[in-house]
């Protein structure tokens, strides 16, 4: 057995242990502050507002493609949201011109 990796033990036998950080995750804490647009994120935030213009749904949708939601991964179900909703629409108008049309 490697000596080496028995000198920490010798050296912590009386018990005096420290508390060490996560080296790996530096970002601790990261998510702990609220999201934009009155906590609930811009995804949520931008799919009520479609509902007034729609077009907010579509531009939700380009950030959700655009990988957005990298900066902050709360924000991957918000923005999700919008682009079935944005689906929904297209299919709503192009089945509404349809009927008009025909």
Known sequence: MDQSLL??????RNEDYAPIGDVEDIHLGIYDKPLPC???GIGWFFLLLGFVCPLLWYYATVLYFGKYYHKDPRERVGLSANAIAALIFTVAVVIAVAVIVF
């Not at 000198?7 to 912590?12: A, L, V």
Request: overall charge neutral.
């Open 38 to 40: 009155f906590g609930c």
């Open 7 to 12: 000198k920490d033990d010798k050296q912590h």
